[in-house]
């Protein structure tokens, strides 16, 4: 699937990005289907590799969606072009923004579930730039739109980001607090975040200042969970902790 988007540029000159997504791989309810999680890959990786490790899991209920994100030259790589939700230049929520790939992002994502039933809860989880997407996407959630203005149309029931960071962060606490709705809505909304200790690609205190980043800007259903001694990867404990934590946000009927 691909998104256009345009800016204006000074004068007259437009400028203009087409994203081309890579394929979708769909992991189905074994069970009765009571929920719908678009799951985002890392940087340079896509949907399968994730897919598999999803199906693994003793989660019945949930239906998984595992996009790939298109190719695209990436600045922290020196321009050369890999698998990337959006253009990043450092991992931490420090570095500048590329609001366009993230909005293209974020509306494909979006789009993903809005076919889903509407007594099927719905939500977004990711590992390292999945995360970061998917912590855009509550941001998003909240606020109500895109960060190009556009209404963001899911209403999202439970976000998980496991090794990542915020992208947006600066001034994310300003935009909430003018809007009541935003402010309910960010309350309202339980995210899981977790971190390694001795990541080396994502550092632990970027996911620790992006939980409390999170959490000043009134997204008070926050879980984060640091694991001791962990690097930039998962371990089957963080997965069982991710495992419980969505049965009980859920209310799904267990994993039998």
């Known amino acids: 699937m691909s998104y256009s988007h345009h800016t204006m540029g000074s004068g007259s000159r ?14 189905r309810p074994k069970g009765k289907h009571q929920a719908t999680i678009v799951w985002l890959h890392g940087l340079g990786d896509n949907g399968s590799s994730w897919s598999q490790l999803l199906e693994s899991l003793p989660l019945p209920n949930i239906k998984w969606i595992c996009p790939t994100a298109p190719t695209r030259p990436v600045a922290i790589f020196g321009g050369f072009p890999c698998t ?18 993230l909005d293209a992002s974020a509306a494909h994502i979006a789009n993903l579930l809005s076919t889903e039933p509407s007594d099927v809860k ?27 203005g556009n209404p963001y149309p899911i209403n999202l029931r439970v976000v998980v980001g496991l090794s990542g960071w915020l992208p947006g962060s600066r001034g994310l606490r300003n935009k909430i607090e003018v809007s009541h709705e935003a402010a309910r809505r960010a309350a309202s909304l339980p995210i899981l975040l977790t971190h390694g200790t001795c990541d080396d690609v ?22 984060f969970k640091t694991y001791e001694g962990i690097g930039h990867y998962t371990v089957p404990k963080e997965m069982d902790e991710v495992c419980n934590w969505l049965t009980a946000r859920l209310g799904l009927e267990g994993s039998r």
């Open 202 to 223: 994502v550092p632990y205190k970027f996911g620790e200042k992006s939980a409390h980043s999170l959490s000043i800007a009134g997204f008070r259903y926050l879980t």
């Open 14 to 27: 437009t400028a203009r990005r087409s994203f081309d997504f890579g394929r979708t791989h769909v992991v």
């Open 84 to 101: 990337a939700w959006f253009d990043v230049g450092e991992f931490s929520e420090d570095g500048p923004d590329d609001w366009e790939g």
């Open 122 to 148: 719905v939500g977004i989880g990711g590992f390292s730039m999945g995360a970061a997407m998917a912590l855009y996407s509550a941001t998003s959630c909240a606020l109500g739109r895109y960060g190009n």
